[in-house]
Nanobody, 122 residues
Framework: QVQLIESGGGLVQAGGSLRLSCAAS????????MGWFRQAPGKEREFVTG????????DYADSVKGRFTISRDNAKNTVYLQMNSLKPEDTAIYYC???????????????WGQGTQVTVSS
């Protein structure tokens, strides 16, 4: 049974930083593309970023390029999302996701966490 458990969300002022973590179990972590999505109130879930199985390739939505950084530690079965220069429009529930290796190109993921709330105050 695949489990993805996010942590690190919270309330932060605009311009601040947060680091999200996602601990994975039940899958061969080092074989999977991992990603982050988010869903703001009243909006559809949207892609934020992805990282290939090796960490050698990354993919970012235009809205977060230069502010967010995804990384992974395959020894710890954990993926991270460092979020800097946060804006009120970054407020959303952030979901960790896992997918096949091709997901780095397709942005299609198979496994999902429960989400963690990030709130950015102005």
């Amino acid at each position: 049974q695949v489990q993805l458990i996010e942590s690190g969300g919270g309330l932060v002022q605009a311009g601040g930083s947060l680091r999200l973590s996602c601990a994975a179990s039940g899958l061969t972590f080092s074989s999977y593309t991992m990603g982050w999505f988010r869903q703001a109130p009243g909006k559809e879930r949207e892609f934020v970023t992805g990282i290939s199985w090796s960490g050698g390739s990354t993919d970012y939505a235009d809205s977060v390029k230069g502010r967010f950084t995804i990384s992974r530690d395959n020894a710890k079965n954990t993926v991270y999302l460092q979020m800097n220069s946060l804006k009120p429009e970054d407020t959303a529930i952030y979901y960790c996701a896992g997918g096949a290796k091709l997901a780095i190109k397709t942005r299609r993921y198979d496994y999902w966490g429960q989400g963690t709330q990030v709130t950015v105050s102005s």
